[in-house]
């Protein structure tokens, strides 16, 4: 559905069971974000990296879109087997379990990097071949490779130039592959304004507790609750900061055609966080 933002079209189930001792809820979402769409003639650049004057420019994806959520809710009265003994019934009986789980897709990396173009650093690259070209107000020989210099204009972003799927061939752990950008290093050959969108690591959480109430009289009861946030104590990598998902182009020499990505972290998760805690938890309610 359109937004002033935007538009952000979605799909989603609903499952629900209910029963004597048994309730559930599921529901999943799919979700899309996209940004406002640019006017026809808007100029975004093309997929190869040519400027020209697009008649049908690509809609970008919102950073904060997430293609799939599934959340699952759930209270299960546990059995209650004693029956011959009060104390022990007591203890036994009357459990309740539940729980919450959680499932997102990754988030989109690329409109969540610097610039959305994954803070692209040229580190001083000048145009291949004009290495002898002298600089009339004193700094260094040769043409410095930057928007002015690519596109003719500071009004239009310099990017990356895409010469393979970046989401293809990575290793474990790797969501983009690095070896997928190359520096722009041709007058009026830019990378795409729009750059794709690349998802990054599934989040996944579950919660679960259990917890029974002693009645003592009408109106005051002890309750006594055990839950575990993470009880599956399953781990969530992530991008340790911006520095392994920022493209580092460094030139091999003065003027030389080989500017290669340096950078040997990029796209790489290399930071675990998550873990299971345990709450005991006694209330008095009168």
């Known amino acids: 559905m ?68 599934f959340n699952a809710v759930y209270s299960i009265n546990l059995p209650s087997p004693l029956h011959g ?30 610039n959305q173009n994954y803070s692209m650093q040229l580190n001083g690259a000048i145009i291949p071949g004009t290495e002898n070209i002298v ?40 969501f983009v592959n690095g070896n997928c950008f190359a520096a722009p290093t041709t007058p009026g050959v830019n990378g795409p304004t729009v750059l794709p969108a690349i998802y990054g690591p599934a989040f996944f959480n579950s919660d679960l507790g259990i917890f029974k109430n002693f009645q003592i009289k009408e109106k005051m009861k002890l309750q006594f609750r055990v839950q575990a946030q993470n009880f599956l104590n399953h781990p969530l990598w992530s991008f340790p900061n911006q520095n392994n998902l920022t493209l580092q182009f460094n030139q091999a020499s003065p003027g ?8 040997q972290n990029f796209g790489y998760t290399q930071f675990k966080q998550g873990q299971r805690i345990v709450q005991f938890v006694v209330k008095f309610y009168f």
């Open 135 to 174: 600089d009339p107000n004193g700094g260094a020989n040769g043409i410095p490779i930057n928007n002015q210099s690519i596109t003719g204009t500071n009004a239009i972003q310099l990017s990356p130039i895409l010469t393979c799927d970046p989401t293809k061939g990575l290793a474990s752990h790797q």
């Open 2 to 69: 359109p937004t002033a933002t935007g538009d952000r079209r979605a799909r989603g189930g609903l499952l629900e069971r209910a029963a004597d001792d048994v309730h559930a809820d599921g529901a999943h979402l799919l979700l899309e974000g996209l940004q406002p769409q640019a006017p026809a003639g808007a100029g975004a650049g093309r997929l190869d990296g040519r400027l020209h004057d697009d008649r049908l420019p690509a809609q970008p994806v919102q950073p904060g879109d997430r293609r799939h959520i």
């Open 85 to 114: 003994n009060k104390i022990l019934a007591g203890a036994v009986n009357g459990w309740q379990l539940s729980g919450i789980t959680q499932w997102q897709s990754g988030t989109n990396l690329t409109g969540n990097s610097v």
């Open 256 to 263: 030389s055609s080989s500017i290669p990505q340096t950078n």
